[in-house]
């Protein structure tokens, strides 16, 4: 950080190596009456715009969407791939509250109410290529492309190789990308006749990722609890958005390419009309009340 940030942990100087960002100590008489010390939201936010703005203007995507020179084709194989990778996330986010410790643990029940507040969104994305006419019943086997399968694969690594607070910093990416840039992104896709009957999961998420944005603060305040887990999220903030952009160039190329086949996992492999004879949850993802759920009476197979 700037020479003006203050440090948020007092015995030592708080020192991010590699994330090319210095705090340096200050005691309270050193304070002017006007400084004000950041809070852990600002310093992560900070580093993470800072990487997302240089990662977007290297992204020769980006500027495509932004010269117009992008088709139909290229929001839809961007949406086929941003599907098999949002699927994963409300697992991802559950499983990485099996590593926190200590004043961690305050959030786990918050933590996984907005996993939970998660679900459905892959279903949202599926809605859309269904508004532009896409047949999306074979969807659900499609493997990815590398930099999404990179994009599904660095929270596993995360979780259980590194500090489980890098997750935390990758979804702090995914929160703040929606509110930052999602109605710029719809303008560009309107200009290219995209309906907004086919955007709803951008438009869902530059809403809503408003509220999460505020559990970011939050989340951060509590289960960062020392300048390592500081470090761990501001990596995977970084990680996180500089994935993102090889993601959307590589969709440009695929798209580009006529849209290769990776292949197909045979244990995705169901018809929609098995997945819908399968005995749901039927738990409304936004309640926290799970007792008048067929789940609590009943063995769900799946």
Same mark, same amino acid.
């Given at each position: ?5 203050? /440090? ?10 590699? $994330?090319?960002?210095?705090?340096? *100590? @200050?005691?309270? *008489? ?6 004000? @010390? ?9 580093? &993470? ?44 986010? /559950? ?38 006419? $896409? ?21 596993? &690594? ?7 607070? @890098?997750?935390?910093?990758?979804? %702090? ?17 309107? /200009? ?39 470090? /761990? ?11 993102? %952009?090889?993601?959307?160039?590589? @969709?440009?190329?695929? $798209? ?5 086949? &990776? ?36 063995? $769900?197979?799946?």
């Amino acid at each position: 950080m700037s020479d003006d940030v203050s /440090a948020l942990y007092e015995s030592k100087p708080l020192s991010l190596g590699h $994330v090319d960002h210095k705090i340096t *100590q @200050t005691t309270q *008489q050193e304070r002017t009456p006007n400084m004000k @010390t950041p809070t852990k939201y600002e310093i992560v936010r900070k580093a &993470w715009f800072e990487k997302f703005m240089e990662a977007n203007i290297k992204s020769k995507a980006v500027q495509r969407m932004a010269s117009g020179d992008f088709t139909k084709d290229h929001y839809i194989g961007m949406m086929q791939q941003i599907y098999l990778q949002v699927r994963e996330n409300p697992s991802l986010q /559950a499983l990485s509250t099996s590593k926190f410790r200590g004043a961690q643990r305050d959030i786990i029940k918050m933590y996984l109410k907005h996993a939970v507040s998660e679900v459905g969104h892959d279903d949202l994305v599926l809605d859309d290529l269904k508004a532009l006419g $896409v047949d999306v019943s074979k969807m659900r086997h499609q493997k990815p492309i590398p930099s999404v399968a990179a994009c599904i694969a660095f929270p596993y &690594w995360a979780i259980h190789q590194l500090n489980p607070m @890098t997750y935390l910093g990758f979804i %702090f990416h995914l929160e703040a990308m929606p509110t930052n840039s999602g109605n710029r992104y719809m303008e560009m896709l309107k /200009a290219k006749g995209i309906p907004e009957s086919a955007m709803t999961f951008i438009q869902e998420h530059a809403t809503v990722d408003i509220a999460h944005n505020k559990l970011m603060a939050e989340y951060l305040e509590v289960a960062v609890q020392n300048e390592e887990d500081l470090e /761990a999220v501001i990596y995977g903030a970084k990680v996180g958005a500089e994935l993102y %952009f090889k993601m959307v160039d590589e @969709t440009f190329e695929w $798209v580009d390419n006529q849209k290769p086949s &990776w292949g197909i996992e045979p244990s995705e492999v169901v018809t929609l009309e098995e997945s819908h004879s399968h005995v749901a949850f039927l738990v409304d993802s936004r309640s926290s009340d799970f007792s008048s759920s067929p789940l609590a009476a009943s063995v $769900v197979r799946y």
